[in-house]
């Protein structure tokens, strides 16, 4: 699978002082939604702006915008909506705003009249939303084989129960290990940089001095490879790590 989620994650207004801790906790969630979605088997591509939030829908078709919104009814974003609606693109819209207990209700009226399709107040439950985005995508007919199995060679990944097999025996992994091989298949034959496993697996938006890529990677070799004459898991020296099998790909 190979669905997108449209993120606009602004950063805080130029007139906002944001704190250490206030920056610390909004990178924390944000990094919570991020997997969140990965577990729904899906990537993400974010824009902080709204021009470029114009480029990226252009650029590509997503499943989904994920908006975060101060003031969800005076947001420039809307008239980008509308011209991709337009132009014949089915773009719903989930937006996600804060503010006090007073504030939830209007904003979340300003939403949907803007031309939102799903509203939550933060902060936000990962558990219900994963629910909402699933649901929403089910509502509107955007999500292609949300139920699909993964399959590379022997290999068999089931998203929905995030259990894995090869030659029908069934390997147990960690739920970070089940993360990364699904990343890896999820992008089959396509080489996957360290850094770039770190920000899609890890939630990593910085360059990170660490080998935990590298030892996952040797976790999950000794799980699915050994014993086995075709390796599945390949290393690009010096970038990173590659999944590809012979005469193979991934099916649903």
Not at 25 to 40: C, F, H, M, N, S
Not at 229 to 246: D, S
């Amino acid at each position: 699978m190979n669905e997108i989620i449209a993120w606009y994650a602004p950063g805080p207004a130029p007139e906002v002082r944001e704190s250490e801790a206030e920056r610390k906790k909004r990178e924390e969630g944000r990094a919570e939604l991020e997997a969140a979605i990965r577990e729904l088997g899906m990537k993400t591509a974010t824009s902080g702006d709204v021009e470029n939030l114009r480029l990226l829908l252009s650029g590509q078709e997503p499943v989904l915008l994920l908006a975060e919104l101060g003031e969800p009814a005076g947001w420039s974003g809307w008239r980008v909506v509308s011209e991709m609606r337009e132009g014949g693109m089915v773009l719903p819209v989930m937006v996600i705003s804060g503010g006090d207990e007073e504030a939830r209700g209007p904003a979340a009226v300003s939403a949907f009249d803007a031309g939102g399709n799903e509203y939550m107040a933060g902060p936000v439950h990962t558990g219900e939303f994963k629910c909402r985005v699933l649901n929403l995508l089910k509502l509107t007919g955007r999500r292609r084989g949300a139920a699909s199995l993964l399959k590379v060679d022997g290999l068999l990944l089931d998203p929905s129960r995030r259990q894995v097999s090869r030659d029908g025996i069934e390997l147990k992994m960690t739920p970070k290990e089940f993360d990364l091989l699904y990343y890896l298949a999820v992008n089959l034959g396509e080489i996957c940089p360290r850094d770039e496993i770190l920000q899609q697996v890890w939630g990593y938006h910085f360059h990170a001095d660490t080998n935990v890529v590298d030892v996952y990677i040797r976790h999950i070799r000794m799980k699915i490879d050994k014993g086995h004459r075709n390796k599945l898991i390949h290393t690009v020296r010096g970038t990173g790590y590659v999944l590809r099998a012979p005469e193979s790909g991934v099916t649903g």
